[in-house]
């Protein structure tokens, strides 16, 4: 069974990121904004373990240049930065859950201030109080009881949460910021809770990761929300999606195979403050490796 994003993160546990001068050879310009080529390290999870060198090594070869980490295998700092160095890349973001960010909030800090962490991105919200979902974690149901769960209130809380972590991981000299996936989309009423968590988070302290695909699963337009909001979304993660057929869980697919408007959503992001894009592959018909290459040459070619 294919490992959730949130299992997965919370299994790879908190560790840090290396801050790398970007390698000779490699321009920014060839890509969308004129910045580098960046890989949400989710996409191989299941070649990591078996290969993280020769992994890192074949991603750099297909044209990334930087990486945003969702785990760290219990890699030391510095064997991770070696592996980062040797293989060519920069590690400029890393994922952690709710789940991890408070309790262990102060070693994560530490960990990847000593690596030259830019980012801390949280990649799950909590609810307030968990006990109200009354199915157990490991029951298939969990999921959606714990969606069909949060609130306004809990929307709310979160964002007090984010403040009160984006003034930590500032004091630190970094960034914190917030990746959705569709639960953020999920109307209250009359409310969109992404738009409550723009509002009610500080601008100075909480910026935002916007994952485009799962925006275009929730039904909404990624290129809208970056009109909408140019200077509070720095990132983005990019994936697609094939659409066409309503499937209720639809998988993602290599970019240009899917139904998602690259070319409208780099439009508007160039009128915005993006600093840096992640390309996200999360289900695969070919092998990962060929499949990212492919999405590489999507990005190569993707004129705005």
């Known amino acids: 069974m294919t490992t959730s994003r949130r299992e997965f993160i919370k299994l790879a546990g908190a560790a840090g990121v290396a801050m790398l001068a970007i390698p000779n050879g490699f321009a920014a310009a060839p890509y969308p904004l004129g910045l580098p080529l960046g890989l949400q390290l989710y996409s191989v999870r299941e070649l990591l373990p078996k290969d993280f060198e020769g992994t890192l090594r074949a ?145 100075d302290l909480v910026t935002f990761e916007m994952d485009c695909g799962w925006v275009a699963v929730a039904g909404y337009n990624p290129a809208e929300y970056l009109t909408k909001y140019p200077t509070r979304i720095s990132m983005l993660h990019v994936k697609d999606f094939d659409l066409k057929n309503g499937a209720e869980h639809p998988k993602s697919t290599e970019l240009g195979h899917g139904t998602v408007d690259y070319h409208a959503i780099f439009v508007a992001a160039a009128k915005g403050h993006i600093t840096h894009y992640f390309v996200e592959q999360e289900d695969f018909d070919v092998p990962p490796l060929e499949a990212l290459k492919a999405d590489a040459d999507y990005m190569r070619n993707l004129k705005v």
């Open 59 to 203: 991603i750099a070869a297909s044209g990334y240049t930087e990486v945003e980490a969702a785990g760290f295998y219990s890699l030391s700092a510095s064997d991770f930065k070696q592996a980062m160095d040797s293989a060519g890349l920069r590690c400029v973001s890393a994922h952690y859950g709710m789940d991890l960010l408070q309790p262990r909030l102060e070693s994560i800090l530490d960990y990847a201030k000593e690596l030259g962490l830019q980012y801390l991105v949280c990649s799950s919200p909590a609810l307030k109080d968990p006990s109200r979902v009354k199915v157990p974690p490991k029951d298939p149901a969990y999921h959606q009881a714990w969606v069909d769960a949060f609130t306004l209130d809990d929307w709310k809380w979160n964002a007090e949460q984010f403040n009160q972590i984006g003034a930590k991981v500032k004091a630190r000299g970094m960034h914190f910021g917030y990746h959705n996936h569709t639960t953020e989309f999920r109307k209250i009423g009359k409310t969109v809770p992404y738009d409550e968590l723009v509002r009610l988070s500080d601008p």
